[in-house]
């Protein structure tokens, strides 16, 4: 097992040495509410709900998975495409907003995840919807500070991001804002530099764009703003929900039940469905079925962190704006629109060509991750008292059941080579000379003693 006491020996090494946090990423933490909306973006929402209603009047009814892709994704008038919508003067926070130390255990679990897969010479880091940069920000100083273990490992950079906006603040936040972007639309690589520790970095649309190869694909706060299709049980059978205008008030829209079957209804709700009220991201099941095909083709892992559950849960369609709950038919456009992940789903789309190992809450992932003893180490090095108070804070928010310490869960999908037992010869009780598997990283309790 030397590569487990290799593995414990650069967690606890990292976890007891890495640079202090900075002020600035405590003071995100802090809610600032905006109340006050621009002309411009009142203009902007009308003409987004114009948009919509003039679709809807012309075919009909839309599914709730159309209303939030137009509301979120349009080219034009988008939620993601025209907002940055992040940190205290945003909508919504996230936690590698919150800490720092949240990137850097995860950036901890890549490298504890690339070691278990025999540290091969390349490595690939993949996010979806990097925010404004932050984690992956925190997780390549984690791999700058561990270049002695990555060796001469061939370490890129690849970001999964469909907002112009967002992709512009990423470059600023990884690379100095030195980034060159691709004159034609038509490019699958539509924006490419070098970061500030010289890794090469580079910007697309869809996975299907990122270059095959090893890699360790993160997806935060990613999955639970993908398009969902919303169906209710009735005496006739599973109907979808859709959105359509308010015939008594032209300027609102309303959710309605359709009277018919649709295909959606028809295809996507489980035979053995106990559950009244249903929610499903096709699109969703179909990246982690990419996702799962790549892992069991090239190599690598995928940790999905979300809002969710494990098929429990019914009606979770809402809106966020301003850190407020926001009603998620009013003002389509200036609102961020979520639905938590049913993880259960993900797995059975993952099918059997990988391995998937959660979920488990954040709370017990940080906590396996060593977030305890990180903690520990700040704390005693840090004589300001408001500082302490930061700190404390911040990991009262990661961890808290009452704040995402329980609403956050993790899923972690593995090539199933990654955790197989040694096989036994054929009739003699004697095992090959292969190690056994590494214990899989914040999904298994490590000791750091």
């Not at 909306?37 to 003039?54: D, F, V």
């Not at 349009?74 to 996230?94: A, C, E, K, S």
């Not at 310490?405 to 955790?419: P, T």
């Amino acid at each position: 097992m030397e590569a487990f006491r290799r593995l414990r020996v650069v967690n606890k090494t990292l976890l007891c040495s890495l640079n202090p946090l900075s002020p600035a990423r405590w003071r995100a933490g802090q809610k600032v509410f905006r109340f006050s909306t621009s002309p411009e973006k009142r203009k902007s929402q009308n003409s987004m709900l114009r948009h919509l209603a003039s679709k809807i009047i012309a075919t009909g009814p839309i599914p709730v998975a159309e209303y939030m892709r137009e509301a979120l994704t349009n080219p034009v008038q988008g939620y993601y495409v025209r907002n940055d919508m992040l940190g205290p003067d945003g909508d919504f926070i996230t936690s590698p907003e919150i800490s720092q130390i949240f990137g850097e255990l995860v950036g901890i679990w890549c490298v504890s995840e690339w070691m278990g897969a025999g540290s091969p010479s390349q490595l690939q880091l993949v996010e979806f919807g990097p925010g404004r940069g932050s984690l992956a920000n925190d997780i390549l100083r984690v791999f700058n500070q561990l270049k002695s273990a990555l060796g001469r490992t061939a370490v890129s950079v690849h970001l999964v991001e469909v907002s112009p906006m967002l992709s512009a603040v990423q470059a600023q936040s990884l690379t100095g804002d030195q980034s060159q972007v691709s004159p034609s639309e038509d490019e699958p690589v539509y924006r490419r530099s070098t970061t500030v520790t010289g890794l090469p970095i580079s910007w697309y649309r869809q996975l299907e764009d990122v270059p095959r190869g090893f890699s360790i694909y993160l997806a935060h706060e990613f999955f639970d703003a993908l398009p969902i299709h919303k169906f209710q049980r009735t005496a006739q059978g599973w109907r979808e929900v859709m959105v359509d205008v308010d015939p008594e008030h032209s300027d609102k829209l309303r959710f309605v039940i359709v009277p018919s079957p649709t295909l959606a209804s028809t295809t996507l709700i489980q035979a053995d469905e106990k559950r009244e009220h249903v929610e499903v991201c096709p699109e969703g099941g179909v990246i982690v079925q990419n996702l799962a095909n790549r892992i069991a083709e090239d190599g690598g892992a995928a940790l999905i962190a979300d809002y969710g559950h494990n098929g429990t849960k019914t009606d979770t369609f809402r809106g966020f704006k301003g850190h407020q709950l926001h009603e998620v038919l009013a003002s389509p456009g200036s609102a961020d629109l979520t639905a938590d992940v049913d993880f259960s789903y993900l797995r059975r789309m993952a099918g059997k060509a990988v391995g998937c190992l959660g979920p488990v809450s954040q709370r017990d992932f940080l906590r396996n991750m060593g977030i305890d003893t990180r903690m520990q180490v700040l704390l005693r090095n840090c004589a300001d008292p408001s500082t302490r108070k930061q700190l404390l804070r911040s990991y009262d928010l990661l961890t808290n059941p009452k704040q995402m310490g329980e609403r956050f869960q993790f899923l972690c999908l593995l090539g199933r080579g990654r955790l197989e037992q040694p096989k036994k010869f054929e009739g003699l009780k004697m095992e090959k000379k292969s190690p056994a598997p590494l214990p899989v990283a914040g999904f298994t309790k490590l000791s750091f003693s």
